[in-house]
Structure formats: C-alpha cells, structure tokens
T-cell receptor, first 112, second 116 residues
Framework: KAGVTQTPRYLIKTRGQQVTLSCSPI?????VSWYQQTPGQGLQFLFE???????NKGNFPGRFSGRQFSNSRSEMNVSTLELGDSALYLC???????????FGDGTRLSIL | AQKVTQAQTEISVVEKEDVTLDCVYE???????LFWYKQPPSGELVFLIR??????QNEISGRYSWNFQKSTSSFNFTITASQVVDSAVYFC?????????????FGGGTRLMVKP
C-alpha cells in the first residue's frame, strides 16, 4: 500500500511570493491534516480536512489555507510568504477521527 | 488547553542500555488519545503506538514498552537493549475526542542518540 506522498520535497521561494504544496493520502483515508515543523516552535497543527470540509484549524494567520478534493488529495497554500514560514511542512492521513495518522516525508520550504 | 511536555530534550546512551523517554500531558477532556511517533534523520514521522484514556494497560512490542498512568498524567516509553538504529527524535502527542478530528498536540520531542 502506497504511503502518504507529498510534492515537492524541496522548495525555495522569496518573500512576498505564494506557494502551493500537495499531499496524496493513503488510499481509503479520508482525513488529511497538515503540520508545520520548525526548530523554534516544534510541530504545530495547521488544519485538517475530512470529506472536502475543513474540520479543525490551528492558530495560524489567514495566509495559510488549504483544500481537499473529492479524491481526498489535499493542497495547502501560503500567500505573501515571510521569512518565518521557512519550515518542514508535513501532511498526515488517517481513516477517521483519532485514528493513527500516517505522515509523508514532508516538503521543506525555504524563504530567501 | 491541551499540552504535552517532554522534559528530556536529548538523551545519549551506549548500545544495549535501556532508556526511558518521559511524557507528561495536560487535558480537560475525559476522553483523549495519546501517541508516540519516531522521526529518524530522513524526516518522516513514524507511528509507534496509540492509547485511549480508558485503557491503562501497559503495552510491550518487542524491545518497546509503554507505561500509561492517568494518576500522574504520564505516558512513558521505554526501549530495552537499545540499538544504533533507535537513534531518532521521539515525539509524544495528544488528541482530544471532543473536536471529532485529528488535531495532534505534540511535545517538543526527545532526541535519542545511541552510540555503538
């Protein structure tokens, strides 16, 4: 069974630009969550999508948004990039609520 | 609000030693779930175990064992006879059932270094 796939693996952007990250969940998993990992703040929850609806949202500014498609694939978008957005962005999928989440390898975003 | 604390930021042991990683959590919810994840240098978070708040039985899986104590709000993880391949960052995490979702709150992680 294929795992969670995130693309791209690495991305370099400049301040003010916007970026879209993609996540394909494990087949059959309907919940997709996104997390940001930085050395200073650790792992922080961004948002979760289930059946194309945002079910939970973390404490991040509106520049961070996401969506989920009917095939459960998800994208997250960050607009007006700031230096502090440099991080590893991890996507995780699970069957349903409070089930183990399985993570992808992440997208490492660097802002210059 | 929920919180997870992993007081040990870094632990260094010699191969074959036993090591315990501590995890203390805070939650107001009576139904919650606790998790441990391993993050090797490659970066991917690997699921190790899930425990719900009503199941206080300890669990053993090979060299890994977990001790869940609600009375002290702790969910500790022990590796017996550690190996170099166990070197990684280990995260403890909590999710609360009330939000019907998958919002994991992670601890700061413990970096385990196992030397040959």
């Amino acid at each position: 069974k294929a795992g969670v796939t995130q693309t791209p693996r690495y991305l370099i952007k400049t301040r003010g630009q916007q970026v879209t990250l993609s996540c394909s969940p494990i087949s059959g998993h309907r919940s997709v969550s996104w997390y940001q990992q930085t050395p200073g703040q650790g792992l922080q929850f961004l948002f979760e999508y289930f059946s194309e609806t945002q079910r939970n949202k973390g404490n991040f500014p509106g520049r961070f948004s996401g969506r989920q498609f009917s095939n459960s694939r998800s994208e997250m978008n960050v607009s007006t990039l700031e230096l502090g957005d440099s991080a590893l962005y991890l996507c995780a999928s699970s069957l349903n609520s409070n089930q183990p989440q399985h993570f992808g390898d992440g997208t490492r975003l660097s802002i210059l | 609000a929920q919180k997870v604390t992993q007081a040990q930021t870094e632990i260094s042991v010699v191969e074959k030693e036993d090591v315990t990683l501590d995890c203390v959590y805070e939650t107001r919810d009576t139904t919650y779930y606790l998790f441990w994840y391993k993050q090797p240098p490659s970066g991917e978070l690997v699921f190790l175990i899930r425990r719900n708040s009503f199941d206080e039985q300890n669990e053993i899986s090979g060299r890994y064992s977990w001790n869940f104590q609600k009375s002290t709000s702790s969910f500790n993880f022990t590796i017996t006879a550690s190996q170099v391949v166990d070197s990684a960052v280990y995260f403890c995490a909590l999710s609360e059932a009330y939000n019907a979702g998958n919002m994991l709150t992670f601890g700061g992680g413990t970096r385990l270094m196992v030397k040959p």
